[in-house]
């Protein structure tokens, strides 16, 4: 292959003098146009960063919208807090994750980074005001160096639900999951489960099994991989990368291998002969779940709840109830794939150390995080499915002139827009092109107003979708269009 392009070469410059000043200047023009070329590639955005079309935003709108409904309903107020932090209020606090953290040139002096998720700000936010007490939420943008795929992003937003102060025991923890199960019955998204563990049950699982206090963090987020990995890939970390003993690792895989019905499983964990009954901190777990798994069978909710042992959540901070939901996919094949692609679609628990890392006090708080990014990315799918196409815009009427006068359009789409009716205008002669923009747009309602109209005094008022059309006198059409768009 070589030759043939090493003899092809030759045969080609074989037609140039190679002194000639003829042949610089055909150097020039072809350095000219690759430079052209260049300069003329389309742009690009980061790689786990992504654009959305008005088709897509009309999705997330209505989402958002559902999503604040449930918050609002439960008493919380929002809050925003900036979208970097001093970089050291974030470290030390996700564990083996803190290495996602983004980190941001030095400015001024400060070290800062982006944040990572919307709690630690929430903590800080709270130990910085003396607050001992609040219920809130907040929908914001947050940054994590991750390697990106479907449906994870390195810029994605994150919906957070929060109760922070002293309450009665288990009760912000029970109010959270019912959230959480509002929250995806009413976006609609199909079958989930929420799989829940206690965090203080795992350190006693670490203990019974033998593993060193100090490992115990370490060894949770190895198990945080269950998810996504063979228990024997996670067996060989902890032994290999972690020294951890083979009959450690071993015991702790007779452990995380329980997962059934919230009160069966307690039952069995609770009954006599049970290791976890020799252990405090289990015994304490164990009371504290028996207490909510109570809660959610009466609220009719225990149904959406799995125990699963194997649930660790690597984050530091948490300190009790942990929980995590995921997507169970259906008979659908690509909402499967998406499904193993996507993971889990909402996590929380109790953390109630985290703000007393920042201030004197020590304030108990629990709280859930709605990934609405993967949400997105299975309303997108079954979007696909069913082949629905959202309405991108919330236009109601299209004020139609067949003709030039912009000082027409302009006095009766003023008229609309005072009434508060959501129009829009077009002025062309061409009735098909009318017709187009309200058939692209899938605008309800047309006023069209011609020669004809104009010279009796009425316009046109056509319901696009039923094909009618009705004369309305000039002076009606804003009660006219008001009866019919608010019967």
Known sequence: ????????????????????????????????????????????????????????????????????????????????????????????????????????????????????????????????????????YQIAKVYRRDNPSKGRYREFYQCDFDIAGQFEKMGPDFEVVRILTELLDELDIGDYEIKLNHRKLLDGMMEICGVPAAKFRTICSSIDKLDKQSFDQIRKEMVEEKGLSAETADKIGTFVKERGSP?????????????FLENAGSVEALNDLEILFKALDKSKRIDKVVFDLSLARGLDYYTGVIYEAVFKGGMNMKLNHLCAQVGSIAAGGRYDNLIGMFGSKQVPAVGVSLGIERVFAIMEQIQKDQKQMPRANKTEVLVSILGDDLTLASELVGELWDAGIKAEFLVNKRLPKHIDRVTESRIPWMVIVGERELSKGVVNLKDVEAAQDMEIPRDQIVDQLRQRLNP
């Open 263 to 275: 009160l069966a499983l307690l039952s069995k964990f609770k009954q006599e002969g049970s290791a």
């Open 1 to 136: 292959m070589s030759r043939i392009l090493e003899t092809w070469a030759g045969d080609f410059l074989s037609f140039f003098d190679l002194k000639d000043p003829e042949f610089d200047g055909f150097l020039s023009k072809v350095k000219d146009i690759v430079e052209s070329n260049e300069s003329r590639r389309l742009p690009k955005i980061p790689k786990g960063t992504r654009d959305f079309a008005k088709e897509q935003m009309t999705v997330r709108k209505k989402a958002f919208s559902i999503i604040e409904g449930v918050f609002e309903r439960h008493g919380a107020t929002v809050l925003d807090t900036p979208v970097f932090e001093l970089r050291e209020t974030l470290m030390g606090k996700y564990g083996e994750d803190s290495k996602l953290i983004y980190d941001l040139a030095d400015q001024g002096g400060e070290l800062c980074s982006l944040r990572y998720d919307l709690t630690v700000p929430f903590a800080r936010y709270m130990a910085m005001n003396g607050l001992t007490s609040f219920k809130r």
